[in-house]
């Protein structure tokens, strides 16, 4: 049975909400469209930036392209950055995946740092995953973010959008949580945008099912920082 895969499906709602701001930083020209795709196990190649000796059993210390966070061990990682990036999406191409590559490209120019693949927890017909992109500041609020990004998933066909704003320690953070439409990959996403002194950082969860993965990314995500 084919792995779906739904990929960058929320990170229009930080680009859109920008063009209704008073002080526009990006556009929703610069929106990552919704990807899906299916994806094999072992399609990619595993990579490690690096490892803290303080990360908890299970997680390890990412350094990424701007950023650290705590990464669950055996997620397969594609990074900004990375001198791996080229071999695994010749990987990616070899293994039939194509469309796949293009759009990867597209989101990484776009701001996109990380997509990391959890298939351990993932089920036959869909793929875990997790993807960061790096915005310019919106000029906004936290709340007025909120409201302007729960439009803006709800134009997608979401559904059952729920949000709130929370401090964190990197900054001021939106978080969202929708079940996506059939025509994005279904299955349920996770966003947290979180605004820092210079950027705005949106890192979404999509997955099947969210619930059993909602407070370890919750711990993941109190460990961002630039």
Do not use: H
Not at 82 to 110: H, K, M, N, S, T
Not at 191 to 216: H, K, R
């Amino acid at each position: 049975m084919k792995r779906v895969i739904a990929v960058a499906a929320v990170l229009a709602m930080a680009t859109t909400a920008c063009g209704e701001s008073a002080a526009p930083t990006t556009t929703a020209g610069d929106t990552v469209a919704p990807l899906t795709t299916t994806l094999a196990p072992g399609a990619l190649a595993t990579t490690t930036t690096a490892v803290a000796t303080a990360a908890p059993a299970g997680f390890y210390d990412y350094d990424g392209d701007g950023f650290r966070m705590l990464l669950p061990d055996g997620w397969t990682i594609a990074a900004s950055g990375d001198i791996e990036l080229q071999a695994i999406l010749q990987e990616l191409a070899a293994a039939g995946l194509d469309d796949l590559v293009p759009a990867i490209q597209e989101a990484f120019a776009q701001g996109g740092k990380l997509f990391a693949f959890d298939f351990g927890n993932s089920t036959a017909e869909f793929t875990n995953n997790l993807n960061v992109l790096r915005l310019d500041p919106p000029g906004l609020t936290g709340d007025n973010l909120l409201g302007f990004a729960k439009k803006d998933i709800g134009r997608l066909g979401a559904t059952d959008v729920a949000g709130r704003v929370e401090w964190l320690p990197a900054g001021e953070a939106v978080i969202l949580s929708y079940s996506l439409p059939g025509d994005l990959g279904g299955g349920q996403g996770l966003s947290y945008t979180v605004l820092t002194n210079d950027w705005q950082w949106a890192v979404t969860y999509t997955a099947n099912d969210v619930a059993p993965f909602t407070d370890s990314f919750r711990m993941m995500m109190d460990s961002f920082r630039e």
